[in-house]
């Protein structure tokens, strides 16, 4: 049902210390600690002696002893020590997660450790560039990763769901294009001589028309990159421009629950604190709104006729290609599976 | 499972307004409003685009626009627009429900839309009959519908459920008629000479005893009307006479839920409204007692033992009546699907 | 899935009185009352006429009308009383479970009552034995009682879950033995010479090295004496001793929630409330401390991935012992059930 062999986000770094947190991803449970040396750690959240969970236990040195009877287990999830006795069973172990902290986020690969490949790592990089500045913050959706990714590649609904803030009309008047790009999926509206939205009048301080690119890049299995540029049109009384990246990572906690970790970075009003905060603000109020169509939209569909399928439209591209994608890799994942 | 092609009760008139509204009838989701016209529409709120709720989005003259990405929809459920494209598919729609607006209630046909007949609609006129006063309410029952059809079918249980208030010894004390009457089902208790309960006597005034009519008429699938005519026994020392009908509309939310719609008038003390307050909070009180029961007894039944059957008695004439007319009724229309 | 012919507690006497209770044991409804003879009854709380609640009505004499209608059942669970007619159909009755209150405690045969044998009572007199005092309490669990049970049973938990209040280093460090006894378990720990934990030294007012005696006997299908013996080692500044028994009646709600009645005794101090409290405060604070693993437990034990087996210990002779023995007495039941 999901992709394994990727990575995913699995939390935000500071959200790994000396204290163990439990959470659940692709339905499976994890804990997720920081050992003495520096370094995160993720393992299986289920201790093998009685399936306590070893979350509520305590980290020591690089290893975490199970809150139940005590059972310690090293960052590779080899049991070091059973308190009571001197000989360890084999299968006295634990699933450990590859992991990477980089750029403040921590990646976890949830398939075979021997394929964890760095070199796929999906590219939040701007969350630490020079030039641009910003934050991260998570949500809780109640729904299936895929709707909250298909929200993402049709920024239509914006005119719907976000009227007051990010929505004007000019969204829908303009065609996207859609194409492959590398392992994923990239959508590209570009909009002229628009009004700019109330967000954008705010946020950038326009008053005139401007020209309004929109670059959506989905990276299975669930990275979207929105690059949002806008700029005064040629010849307009102002001269002004910004842009925005909207970094999302879509980490299935469960079939019908998403961890949403999100990042927004601008490249203007630099070390201006006051227009972090501001962006924030209306983008989480903004997310809000989505939350509320997505949450139901997993009731509806939960409960959907027998042979009930989507009607597209024009600006389905980019779900129907992520998805098309989606089905493509899973499949091929499964039967790699098999033929071992 | 449940009967479609009959009138259920949707909502209260008030309730249609520029502001759609979800409620779920028979498992499935609906969206309720007004058009710019006046009239009630009633569609699926699944829209064909996303399975996004269409009722968070805004109605917009007699059609209304899909809250996710603005698919418009007219009242017979064509898709009329899709913003950014032309071109509309024929799949583009959702399915209508005849709507009538009647007495200041909603009846929605569940069923084909070619076979819905104005004529089966049940009958509430008393709502708006002049010399007939009261009020309707609404009550959300965690219990089949048919658990609540049952609890009006035999009243005895007003003296256990409801002793302080309609509770008297007399009600088990008089036996009932049952008769076929129409498509329905009419049980009839008539207690003469008896002590007026305590509702009565608050209501009605009466101090001496009284004689007590009860007729109970059900009408497939979920009407269900109480005629109440309480009046002095001949040479008491009062002449006094009031009647109540209770009006009963127990829609399917789904096997576990229902929508109480309920009506209650009186043919006295015609413009006091301080009257018509106590009556609706005493009857309203009245429903809560049942309301504990019948949710305790569905979880009840829910896990019933295999072979499990009720025991039958002198007064379950009308609910036994009612359960098998249903079951025929529902056979038969399995049949005739079947044979289309 | 439960051992049925067997004495489980239903609650604490003082919980049975004029105003019905209901409560679920085994997946089963049931309805607890003290009739005017003053004995404790135990029925099904289901009506046989249709499937109300019967806790819902009132205490008539020794019998109990339902709630619903007013179908009255005698303490056997014969339908004495219908309202409203003579004859009273065979099958108008519910099943009755033997009760027996001993101890402040009511037992309950859950299984045939003929077979119902007051001889296999476990045993919690010192309830009520002179010379012993203390308190008993309620908690419920949302994890199955085996996992209690194991609980219990494993008291090397202590140095990690109750590391503040009974955790020593002690109990690790010191191998149990575990016997047959009777139709159940014992498991022995003796420590000595060791430091008395936090409890202790509250409790007992120990400051010198003490010997420590843990003895645990699990009797079929859900019952823990642990009983604690702590003294002074010999030649001690002190010369102390002091006696606790933790008494544990693990009643199954369903499959995944256990009513946990326990009590709490000790041998010194008696008359002394302020000690009696602050026992009972600390011990409660302790369960806690388990009830917050136990129901993660339960959580991730189900969705444990397939073929998924806890790895023994040298610490889990109990519980190996305790669970192969429920085993077999399970498998013993359900193949009686079958020859007959």
């Not at 020209?211 to 990159?225: E, K, S, Y």
């Not at 939209?297 to 597209?312: I, N, T, Y």
């Amino acid at each position: 049902m999901f992709l394994r062999n990727e990575w995913y986000v699995a939390g935000f770094g500071h959200e790994f210390g000396e204290r163990p947190l439990q959470r659940w991803l692709l339905g499976e449970p994890l804990v997720l600690y920081r050992g003495a040396s520096g370094g995160v750690v993720i393992l299986e959240d289920r201790c093998p002696h009685r399936g306590a969970p070893i979350s509520a236990g305590e980290v020591c040195g690089d290893a975490i002893a199970c809150g139940y009877h005590g059972f310690t287990f090293d960052p590779s999830g080899a049991c070091i020590h059973i308190p009571g006795t001197s000989t360890i069973p084999r299968e006295a172990r634990v699933r450990a997660y590859p992991a990477i902290e980089r750029w403040g986020w921590v990646f976890v690969w949830m398939g075979e450790a021997a394929q964890a490949d760095q070199a796929r790592l999906p590219d939040y990089h701007w969350l630490v560039e020079p030039g641009w500045e910003g934050r991260s913050e998570y949500l809780s959706v109640k729904a299936n990763y895929g709707l909250v990714r298909d929200n993402l590649l049709d920024l239509t609904h914006a005119r719907y769901v976000h009227r007051k803030t990010l929505g004007t009309a000019a969204v829908t008047d303009h065609p996207i294009s859609t194409e492959a790009r590398g392992r994923g999926v990239r959508v590209t509206r570009v909009m002229t001589d628009i009004e700019p939205s109330p967000f954008f009048k705010r946020m950038g301080g326009f008053t005139g028309q401007v020209n309004h690119h929109q670059q959506i890049d989905f990276a299975p299995p669930c990275h979207v990159v929105i690059n949002t540029r806008v700029s005064s049109v040629t010849g307009s009384h102002e001269n002004r421009s910004a842009q925005f990246h909207v970094l999302n990572a879509l980490t299935p906690e469960n079939a019908r629950s998403t961890h949403y970790f999100w990042g927004l970075v601008r490249n203007f009003a630099l070390g201006d604190e006051a227009v972090t905060q501001m962006q924030q603000r209306l983008n989480r109020e903004t997310f809000f709104e989505d939350l509320a169509i997505l949450e139901q939209q997993q009731v509806l569909l939960d409960c959907k006729p027998a042979g009930w399928r989507p009607v597209a439209t024009r600006n389905d591209g980019g779900c129907v290609q992520a998805e098309r994608l989606m089905s493509r890799l899973i499949e091929a994942e499964i039967q790699a599976r098999n033929e071992q």
